[in-house]
């Protein structure tokens, strides 16, 4: 079995740097649907309707409903984090070296279990921007057109602060410094069919790190990871982190 102790056993020191890749698996045992498993989102809306800056343009009020919904899903008090975001925050806290978590998750689950270094590279659903002056506001209620900005008064340019198709990840410069620099590179929940998160395994690789895959099953990526551990994030990742 691959576990934290057996990888500085193996691979690397206590006080060297992580690397944490996430993606819609880990928080599927909370309650949230992934995008690409049978019963998933991109199964039940077009992903060109609703994670697009040209869907949005064509029909705003589809796209705000979309994310009304996954909104107050996320806020349904059933939807909390799960044994493998404590197992991740828990390793943060005890790790003596640099940890760097990067969420593809626009949920808020990594944070309710305690991460603190954490990016969230595809935006925070519980997050809107107004596209007239960029100002960021936490949103917890329904968007809708006619929203006017609490910064400059503008109405009809609040959308969601999530990366659609086509838009540029937050906080690549930081990402790929850290990958460039870690010597674990851990990836969990994600079908590597996304880029650039889909490229980090190559690029922690290339940078001499060591990779690991924990995962429902092997991802599309998967020949690029030295180690995987296949099985739901609950199991495999407190087990990974023990
Ligand atoms: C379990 C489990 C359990 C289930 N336990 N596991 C080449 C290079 C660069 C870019 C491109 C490229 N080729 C194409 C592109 C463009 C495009 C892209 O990647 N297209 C592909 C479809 C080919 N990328 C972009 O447009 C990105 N922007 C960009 O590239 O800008 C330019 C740039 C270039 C180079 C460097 C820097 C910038 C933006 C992508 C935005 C993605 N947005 C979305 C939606 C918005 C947020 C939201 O609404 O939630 O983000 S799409 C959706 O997919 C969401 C996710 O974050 C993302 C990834 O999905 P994820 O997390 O992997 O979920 P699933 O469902 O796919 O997989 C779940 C996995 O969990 C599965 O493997 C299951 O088995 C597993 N699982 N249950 C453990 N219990």
């Not at 990836?187 to 790190?209: H, L, Q």
Request: charged share 20%.
């Amino acid at each position: 079995m691959t576990t934290i102790s057996s990888t500085i056993a193996n691979h690397i020191k206590p006080t060297d740097s992580i690397v944490i890749l996430t993606g819609a698996g880990i928080s599927k045992e909370s309650g949230l649907d992934t995008f690409r498993c049978a019963d998933g989102i991109w199964a039940k809306v077009d992903l060109e309707d609703v994670a697009t800056p040209q869907g949005f343009a064509r029909d705003p009020n589809l796209v705000h409903r979309f994310y009304n919904d996954r909104r107050r899903g996320l806020a349904d008090p059933a939807i909390q984090p799960n044994a493998a975001h404590a197992a991740l925050a828990e390793l943060e806290r005890r790790w003596k070296g640099e940890l760097l978590l990067v969420t593809q998750n626009i949920d808020d689950l990594h944070e309710r279990a305690g991460s603190k270094t954490l990016i969230h590279m595809h935006g925070e659903l519980r997050k809107v921007f107004c596209v007239h002056c960029r100002t960021v506001e936490t949103w917890d209620g329904d968007l809708s057109v006619h929203d006017v900005c609490p910064t400059c008064a503008r109405k009809g340019g609040m959308r969601p602060d999530v990366v659609w198709f086509g838009e540029m990840p937050y906080q690549m410069d930081r990402i790929y410094r850290a990958l460039g620099a870690c010597d674990l590179f851990v990836s969990i929940g994600t079908s590597g069919n996304v880029y650039p998160a889909a490229g980090f395994v190559a690029e922690a690789r290339g940078a001499g790190a060591h990779t690991v895959e924990l995962n429902l099953e092997p991802s599309l990526g998967a020949s690029h990871f030295a180690e995987a551990v296949n099985g739901p994030a609950t199991e495999v990742v407190p087990a990974f982190v023990a």
